[in-house]
């Protein structure tokens, strides 16, 4: 039986284990950034063999501070593996850091800034990331007003600039397009959730400037509900297939979308590079391993979730916002002819 006597490890003990100074091992396990790899891997590594865990609330009494980043996961519908991904990018991040992770819910989708709330109120973290923004998203101003560190997965409309990190759907839509021209397609359909986030403007408007540029017919599908689950999806490209004037060039936002599509359109005997071709935003590796000869154009989720951590440990540790707004560019995946 385990001996209930023993008094847990603490910084001094940390610091006879490894024979470095008390205040190393205190900077260490408080900002491990701020020092060379060697050391900062001897105390950590200490510190994991003991099993040291540091008294937050005397951390919070002393500094004011918690240690603790929080991710307010927003409900993300018809996508793949987003939060799993987003989560260990994070968490890679913070494994060198004084900083751990805390994942809430969105409380209320009908009221989101609720969450926000909650963490304000109570001061349970030290600053917040955001995902699924919208362009006057009252997370932001709440936040903005408050003074309280947080950064953006996604961009917004304020004129107030705030921390964000972006997947850049711009160049996602003009290297779609010009791909797909390329090939010889005139007739351009977007598939994109208009979702209400900043995200959806932002394709959309790219998306009719590059069609226009190069003479092409372009659409948005705006079909309410054609995207709420795989069975609308499909039952879409099925009424896709049976138009008189069909799309030849589609580009998709979403692979789970995508994957009913283009069931629906296999349905009616329509074939991928054939009687049309399809670029899609891919997150995870289903649509290559389904459809090797597919294009698509990558977005690494994981190192999103690195990039986000590190925005808002720096906004945090009192960087200027201006400096904290950067995107992520897409990677071209082609695979077809």
């Given at each position: 039986?385990?001996?209930?006597?023993?008094?847990?490890?603490?910084?001094?003990?940390?610091?006879?284990?490894?024979?470095?100074?008390?205040?190393?091992?205190?900077?260490?396990?408080?900002?491990?950034?701020?020092?060379?790899?060697?050391?900062?891997?001897?105390?950590?590594?200490?510190?994991?063999?003991?099993?040291?865990?540091?008294?937050?609330?005397?951390?919070?009494?002393?500094?004011?501070?918690?240690?603790?980043?929080?991710?307010?996961?927003?409900?993300?519908?018809?996508?793949?593996?987003?939060?799993?991904?987003?989560?260990?990018?994070?968490?890679?991040?913070?494994?060198?850091?004084?900083?751990?992770?805390?994942?809430?819910?969105?409380?209320?989708?009908?009221?989101?800034?609720a969450s926000v709330r909650y963490v304000l109120q109570n001061r349970t973290a030290d600053g917040l990331i955001l995902t699924h923004t919208t362009a006057r998203d009252p997370r932001v101003q709440i936040l903005t007003d408050a003074g309280f560190p947080f950064?953006?997965?996604?961009?917004?409309?304020?004129?107030?600039?705030?921390?964000?990190?972006?997947?850049?759907?711009?160049?996602?839509?003009?290297?779609?397009?010009?791909?797909?021209?390329?090939?010889?397609?005139?007739?351009?359909?977007?598939?994109?959730?208009?979702?209400?986030?900043t995200n959806f403007a932002k394709i959309s408007g790219a998306f009719h400037r590059a069609v226009a540029h190069r003479g092409g017919v372009g659409q948005v599908a705006t079909d309410t509900g054609i995207l709420v689950s795989p069975d609308t999806a499909r039952?879409?490209?099925?009424?896709?297939?049976?138009?008189?004037?069909?799309?030849?060039?589609?580009?998709?936002?979403?692979?789970?979308?995508?994957?009913?599509?283009?069931?629906?359109?296999?349905?009616?005997?329509?074939?991928?590079?054939?009687?049309?071709?399809?670029?899609?935003?891919?997150?995870?590796?289903?649509?290559?391993?389904?459809?090797?000869?597919?294009?698509?154009?990558?977005?690494?989720?994981?190192?999103?979730?690195?990039?986000?951590?590190?925005?808002?440990?720096?906004?945090?540790?009192?960087?200027?916002?201006?400096?904290?707004?950067?995107?992520?560019?897409?990677?071209?995946?082609?695979?077809?002819?």
């Amino acid at each position: 039986m385990a001996d209930q006597s023993r008094k847990p490890p603490t910084l001094k003990t940390i610091a006879e284990l490894t024979g470095l100074s008390l205040s190393t091992v205190s900077l260490s396990l408080r900002d491990g950034t701020r020092l060379r790899k060697e050391p900062r891997h001897k105390i950590a590594a200490a510190a994991q063999a003991l099993g040291y865990v540091p008294n937050r609330a005397s951390v919070r009494l002393r500094t004011g501070q918690t240690n603790v980043l929080t991710l307010i996961q927003s409900p993300a519908k018809n996508t793949i593996d987003y939060t799993r991904q987003m989560i260990e990018g994070i968490g890679a991040h913070l494994n060198d850091t004084r900083f751990h992770l805390n994942v809430i819910p969105e409380l209320d989708p009908e009221t989101p800034e609720a969450s926000v709330r909650y963490v304000l109120q109570n001061r349970t973290a030290d600053g917040l990331i955001l995902t699924h923004t919208t362009a006057r998203d009252p997370r932001v101003q709440i936040l903005t007003d408050a003074g309280f560190p947080f950064v953006c997965h996604g961009r917004t409309e304020f004129y107030t600039p705030h921390a964000y990190h972006d997947f850049h759907v711009e160049q996602f839509v003009e290297l779609a397009v010009q791909r797909l021209h390329d090939k010889g397609r005139r007739r351009f359909l977007l598939v994109a959730e208009d979702d209400g986030t900043t995200n959806f403007a932002k394709i959309s408007g790219a998306f009719h400037r590059a069609v226009a540029h190069r003479g092409g017919v372009g659409q948005v599908a705006t079909d309410t509900g054609i995207l709420v689950s795989p069975d609308t999806a499909r039952a879409f490209g099925q009424r896709l297939a049976a138009r008189s004037e069909r799309f030849d060039a589609i580009i998709s936002n979403n692979e789970l979308a995508t994957l009913a599509l283009m069931g629906g359109m296999a349905d009616e005997g329509l074939r991928l590079g054939h009687d049309y071709e399809l670029i899609c935003r891919q997150t995870t590796d289903i649509l290559p391993l389904l459809y090797p000869r597919i294009d698509t154009l990558e977005e690494d989720l994981v190192a999103t979730g690195r990039e986000l951590a590190r925005l808002l440990i720096a906004r945090v540790t009192g960087a200027p916002v201006e400096t904290l707004q950067t995107l992520h560019a897409p990677r071209p995946r082609w695979r077809s002819g």
